[in-house]
């Protein structure tokens, strides 16, 4: 670690840590970043906020050497400097932590904090001095772990406190988080905060790339709003307010109010009785979970992420048996199908890890929305693909669904977060399925996407379809949910009335703590 | 009992490990590609050319240790050759792999014919194999069990002693590690400024070395000869060994001593008389046989479930619980 030579000077002219000036980069017709001025000072935490494809990470990319801007110049510390790749920003004492991890799963905690600049001795990798110095870097700022564990085997939190890690040891002063808070719990975000917070209590600068903007108020102290490739202003965290910052952001108001609705209980079309499941470890991952979901009405499942929602979306789609119990979807028995059957029973699935189950990433628009229907006419007959009608109907809904892309022919790949997951939900929420399963329908989705998402769930469930809505967000199960089941450690603690859904006590219950009896609620 | 006397004693043991030392020594040269993360199907060449060029440069120089050094220098421009399409140019590492194997295979059958005017095999012509080393004391520390470490070709104790080197090499030297990581997840590597291309040509031309040396062994060791593919796919058995084990010195070793038992123990049970063909099919049925045991049970996750899921649809019985099993 380097000393910080002299106490911080933070009168009106402190020195930058970070100077970006007129920086504008194109990927092809498309302006990622447009003349963006951006002046981080030393010592302050300074978030950038924006919607997905404002070119936050563009800009950041740029800053650390992974991209070269086609105008505009660096200037890191005072020092005009030309980043031509990581190594030059990691000399210079700039850290990025990445939105994707990049650990090796079999080697320990510590290797992967040292890769790239292992202590040793007489040749050899010291393992017990590398193990001794992460151990005290974590200690100093409060990042827990174990140094000697494997990493494969550790969770989504703990692998960003590696990466953290990693920047720190390399001698980071000013280190960038990309949308860090988006894998992680609440909690964790907590301690996450605390540990940035330690940082500038040390002199260090963090720049914090976000688009959550509670987060944003409360751990930032400088904002910059990007909009469209452009910066729209920098300013102090104190003279904002939340609703200033949406406008900045999207150009128009947003609320995340309850959306309102008639009430609507139709049949029952998921019947979920005493379901048993294990995880990957072979561990109970699901516990004597029972509940129903009927058409027209959201349940919401909340819940701190790997607590077993993610198995019973997996259940419940096929793709992990039960180990007891049963699940049936308009009476057929969930076990006894293939996934295939299951979607054609009438299954409608936003998969949690839209990556992983939700796209091809290296297919284009068109074949991803085809996906799971190329069987069936318009789209196909006789084993032939019907592409004039695939594209069209692809056409259709990156309309419908405002996808920003160029076309149906677009890579998924090229899209930004937001804009892949509305090519996974134009794909479910059109194949005609009475239920849909929807898991983390707005992760690392903007503001703007996430009112589409939602209006959208809503005119679903308008239009009799049952939905079952798993979200670590409990503002969007409050806007959405006629009902919400807490899960902790696989069980369902409680259910609470969506309406006017009391926060301390869904609280209580994803904690693991019994919610007090009260008078049962109605659903 | 007597019959069984015959076939396993101190005989056979020493015979298993002059067997294993050139599968071992190529497993271990692929390891180092496999770890990277290279499919080397391009073994079983590597070890051909090495085999022929030591033959060619022992005749040359009249010394066997020259002669080792040609066969290397072969195998490692065959290594070279490999990494500069696979590693630079990225193309396919099995078609490479295969072509190589197939230059190989006629390359030393043309250069037989050009030089020494012949087809099928070199014999004779001053080639000079590998002298054997006598470990001092052995025999007097263990008898009649001496045969066991002593009277080795250096080929064999290189082979053996780089078992222990390699596990060090990977747990506690940067390169390694750095191999690992670039095999493992290539991305984490370029993130920290580790050249991928430069470890992936290292990991390569590390292979072509002991890949030559195994195939130095086949035709200076303990016969003294070349024969047209002499290698008789060992560096096929060789890949297959390091699917199984990943790459890891220890389950390579284990693999290999298993190929190399079957294998001496099939040259003896062709001096009993069973039909060759089959005889010499032992080694590659009992090696098969014991991998796929073995990675029977850490089989994919993928597979598992593609037999689970088959199970439930091939079966209308209810009896089959959601996780393919009958409950007892």
């Known amino acids: ?523 | 009992m007597e019959i069984l006397d015959k076939l396993v004693n101190v005989a056979l043991i020493a015979a298993t490990l002059r067997t294993t030392a050139p599968i071992l020594l190529v497993a271990l040269g692929g390891s180092f590609t496999t770890k990277a993360g290279i499919f080397n199907i391009g073994l079983e060449g590597q070890m051909l050319v090495g085999a022929f060029f030591a033959v060619i440069g022992s005749i040359w120089t009249g010394s066997a240790f020259a002669g080792v050094a040609c066969g290397v220098a072969a195998a490692l421009v065959f290594a070279l050759v490999f990494a500069v399409l696979v590693v630079s140019f990225r193309a396919n590492e099995v078609v490479v792999g295969l072509a190589l194997n197939i230059l190989a295979g006629g390359m030393t059958i043309s250069l037989m014919k050009a030089i020494f005017g012949t087809r099928g095999s070199i014999v004779g012509h001053g080639i000079v194999g590998l002298p054997k080393v006598q470990l001092p004391g052995a025999r007097a520390v263990l008898g009649s069990w001496a045969p066991l470490i002593s009277g080795f070709t250096p080929i064999v104790y290189v082979a053996f002693i780089a078992v222990p080197l390699l596990v060090l090499f990977y747990n506690r030297t940067r390169l390694g590690l750095y191999i690992r990581v670039v095999g493992e997840k290539p991305e984490a590597a370029e993130a920290l400024g580790i050249s991928i291309t430069r470890v992936r040509y290292i990991a390569s031309l590390l292979c072509g070395l002991l890949a030559g040396l195994a195939g130095a062994h086949l035709s200076l060791g303990y016969i003294t000869m070349f024969t047209e593919n002499m290698s008789s796919g060992r560096g096929f058995m060789a890949v297959a060994i390091l699917i199984f084990s990943n790459g890891d010195p220890l389950k390579v070793l284990a693999g290999c001593l298993l190929f190399g038992f079957a294998d001496a123990f099939s040259l003896r049970l062709q001096t009993f008389g069973y039909p060759s063909y089959l005889v010499l099919t032992v080694p590659y049925v009992v090696a098969l046989t014991a991998l796929f045991a073995l990675s029977y049970r850490a089989r994919p996750k993928v597979i598992t479930e593609t037999l689970a899921s088959m199970q439930r649809l091939l079966s209308t019985d209810k009896n089959i619980g959601p996780d393919g099993k009958h409950p007892s």
């Not at chain 1, 720190?168 to 988006?182: M, Y």
């Not at chain 1, 561990?283 to 979970?289: C, E, F, N, Q």
């Not at chain 1, 039960?322 to 076990?335: I, N, T």
């Open chain 1, 1 to 523: 670690m380097v000393s910080n030579a002299g106490s911080p000077t933070l009168h009106m002219k402190a020195e930058m840590a970070v100077a970006l000036t007129g920086i504008t980069k194109r990927f092809g017709a498309f302006v990622a970043n447009d003349g963006i001025d951006l002046a981080v000072r030393r010592g302050e935490i300074h978030a950038i906020i924006g919607e997905n494809g404002a070119g936050k990470t563009t800009l950041m990319n740029i800053l650390f050497g992974l991209l070269q801007p086609d105008e505009g110049s660096i200037r890191l510390n005072g020092e005009e400097t030309v980043v031509t790749d990581p190594a030059v920003a990691i000399k210079a004492g700039l850290g990025m932590v990445h939105q994707h991890f990049k650990l090796v799963p079999s080697l320990s905690v510590a290797d992967n904090v040292f890769l790239g600049m292992e202590i040793r001795r007489h040749g050899m990798i010291d393992h017990a001095a590398q193990i001794a110095r992460t151990r005290e870097l974590s200690k100093r700022f409060g990042l827990q772990v174990d140094p000697t564990e494997r990493v494969g085997l550790l969770s989504v939190g703990i692998e960003q406190r590696i990466e953290i890690l990693k920047v720190l040891v390399r001698g980071a002063r000013t280190i960038i988080l990309d949308e860090p808070t988006a894998v992680l719990t609440p909690q964790e975000s907590r301690e996450l905060f605390q540990t940035l917070r330690s940082f500038v209590a040390e002199g260090m600068t963090v720049i914090f790339i976000s688009h959550h903007l509670e987060e944003v108020m409360e751990v930032s102290d400088t904002v910059t709003v990007l909009r469209n490739g452009k910066k729209v202003a920098t300013r102090p965290t104190a003279e904002l307010n939340k609703d200033e910052l949406v406008r900045m952001m999207v150009g128009r108001e947003v609320s995340f109010d309850r959306r309102p609705r008639t009430p609507s209980r139709g049949d029952v079309v998921l019947d979920v009785k005493e379901l048993w499941a294990r995880d990957d470890r072979r561990l109970p991952a699901l516990r004597d979970v029972s509940f129903a979901v009927r058409s027209g009405e959201v349940v919401g499942i909340a819940g701190v992420a790997g607590n077993g929602q993610t198995e019973l979306a997996e259940v419940l789609s096929g793709l992990r048996p039960a180990s007891h119990g049963s699940a049936r979807l308009k009476g057929r028995d969930l076990a006894t199908l293939s996934p295939r059957e299951i979607r054609e029973a009438g299954l409608a699935h936003v998969p949690g890890d839209r990556m992983v189950r939700g796209v091809d990433r290296n297919a284009s628009i068109a074949a991803n929305m085809l996906m799971g229907r190329q069987h069936r006419a318009p789209w196909s007959s006789s084993g032939v693909l019907n592409w004039t009608a695939i594209s069209q109907n692809a056409s259709r809904l990156i309309k419908d669904f405002d996808i920003r892309a160029q076309g149906p022919g677009d890579a998924v790949k090229r899209l930004s977060g937001g804009n892949i997951q509305k090519v996974v939900l134009a794909r479910e929420f059109t194949n005609g399925a009475d239920f849909l399963l929807i898991d983390q329908p707005t992760r690392g989705v903007d503001i703007g996407a996430q009112e589409a998402i939602h209006d959208e769930i809503m005119r679903q469930r308008a239009a009799g379809r049952a939905i079952l809505l798993i979200s670590v967000q409990l503002d969007e199960l409050a806007a959405l949910a006629d009902r919400i089941l807490v899960m902790f450690n696989g069980r369902i603690m409680g259910e609470v009335a969506g309406d006017g859904a009391d926060e301390d006590r869904i609280g209580m219950m994803m904690a693991g703590v019994a919610a007090p009896e009260r008078a049962a609620e109605p659903a």
